[in-house]
């Protein structure tokens, strides 16, 4: 499965748009890009998952180039429930879900 | 969504003794379960993937022997970490997945062996 790169941190005022950077250059024609986050020690979260397309639900948006070497999560109004890790994840169909480090998002009041 | 639970939530456990942890989908039945683990500041690391019925897979480096997994059905897997020693304390997560589907996740269960 393609790695991927994300900062480690980021800071967010509160009720703002938390943009969350991804890169993964070297992705292939089948694999999903998935996201995660966990909140200090619980389980993750799914958030979104897409192939190509932008895709949006309740929690949030995944804006994914259309080279799909990058993506861009968007979270549209952060709350200070939103603090937490975000894992940006590239998985083949039927893969297995290998976490990198993540990014630390902040929301600050 | 998919619910996914972890028993116990927190365990307290001697030097050399085994601890099982349960992992159960709630409401749907799990072709696929996933255990990972988690130290502190750190990210989580697979360890190994179980399918109902079979054999695990276990990641490089983790020793099959020290920690039995069981998917004896399609909503229960089980974690034993045999003769538990102090750097065995961590937080493991288990995950579940239908048919390749997304996977959804346990609360997790934090160990401390002392």
């Known amino acids: 499965d393609a790695k991927t790169t994300q900062p480690p941190s980021m800071d967010c005022a509160e009720g703002r748009a938390a943009n969350l950077p991804c890169n993964h250059s070297?992705?292939?024609?089948?694999?999903?890009v998935y996201w995660y986050r966990q909140i200090h020690s619980q389980g993750p979260q799914y958030i979104i998952h897409?192939?190509?397309n932008n895709e949006t639900n309740e929690m949030a948006s995944l804006i994914i180039t259309e080279d799909r070497k990058s993506s861009t999560l968007i979270l549209p109004h952060a709350t200070l429930r939103d603090t937490a890790v975000y894992y940006c994840?590239?998985?083949?169909?039927?893969?297995?879900?290998?976490f990198g480090q993540g990014t630390e998002l902040s929301v600050k009041p | 969504g998919a619910v996914v639970s972890q028993h116990p939530s927190w365990v307290i456990c001697k030097s050399g003794t085994s601890v099982k942890i349960e992992c159960r989908s709630l409401?749907?039945?799990?072709?696929?379960m996933f255990w990972y683990r988690q130290f502190p500041k750190q990210s989580l690391m697979l360890m190994a993937t179980?399918?109902?019925?079979?054999?695990?897979?276990?990641e490089q480096g983790v020793e099959k022997d020290k920690f039995l997994i069981n998917h004896a059905s399609l909503t229960l897997s089980t974690l034993t970490v045999t003769s538990a020693h102090p750097e065995d304390s961590s937080f493991y997560i288990c995950?579940?997945?239908?048919?390749?589907?997304?996977?959804?996740f346990g609360p997790g269960t934090r160990l401390t062996v002392l």
């Open positions: 995950s579940a997945s239908q048919r390749y589907n997304e996977q959804f």
């Open positions: 070297t992705i292939s024609g089948n694999e999903y």
């Open positions: 897409g192939l190509k």
């Open positions: 994840i590239v998985r083949g169909e039927g893969g297995k879900l290998i």
């Open positions: 409401d749907f039945q799990a072709t696929t």
């Open positions: 179980s399918n109902e019925g079979s054999k695990a897979t276990y």
